[in-house]
């Protein structure tokens, strides 16, 4: 059976959730968490989590183009924490830089603009940061040591 992983984009206003599995190596815009109530992103999270059984979690983690850290870096690695501990599941913390973007020319290529972008555009970007990862061997890092957080995968 393939094992199901969730990507996030992580956000302070909102999160994107895409959904993939190892065997296809594909993944897919799955939604987008509009608060910013850790309490309430959480609770929708534990149910996505019950409803799709992941056996990974995939968060990116911005950086500016020159590769230092971006102002997010911090909270998307506190997320990740969070995720982890919370849920009991390994994550890996993939590079996002130019995610955001990407997904705003795919959903342009699409027919989708401006405005009509704004409730898809995160679940778009976790959808590329999942596919990123699925695409440099998901499943192939080991999970973390029991206590040790999010592991790091970056693109080569």
Not at 134 to 147: F, V
Request: proline share 6%.
């Amino acid at each position: 059976m393939p094992d199901t992983l969730l990507g996030f984009d992580f956000g302070e206003r909102r999160i994107g959730v895409a959904v993939g599995n190892s065997i296809m190596k594909i993944a897919h815009p799955l939604s987008t968490i509009d608060t910013e109530s850790n309490d309430e992103r959480f609770h929708i999270i534990a149910g996505l989590i019950a409803e799709w059984r992941p056996a990974q979690l995939v968060v990116g983690l911005p950086s500016h183009m020159d590769g230092s850290e971006h102002e997010l870096s911090r909270l998307c690695r506190k997320f990740a924490n969070r995720l982890h501990g919370r849920f009991d599941l390994p994550v890996a913390l993939v590079d996002e830089r130019l995610s955001s973007v990407e997904a705003s020319l795919s959903l342009n290529e699409a027919g989708i603009h401006g405005r009509q972008q704004k409730p898809m555009l995160d679940q778009v970007a976790a959808q590329l940061i999942l596919q990123s990862y699925l695409d440099h061997g998901a499943m192939q890092a080991p999970p973390p040591p029991a206590g040790a957080g999010a592991t790091r995968h970056a693109e080569e």
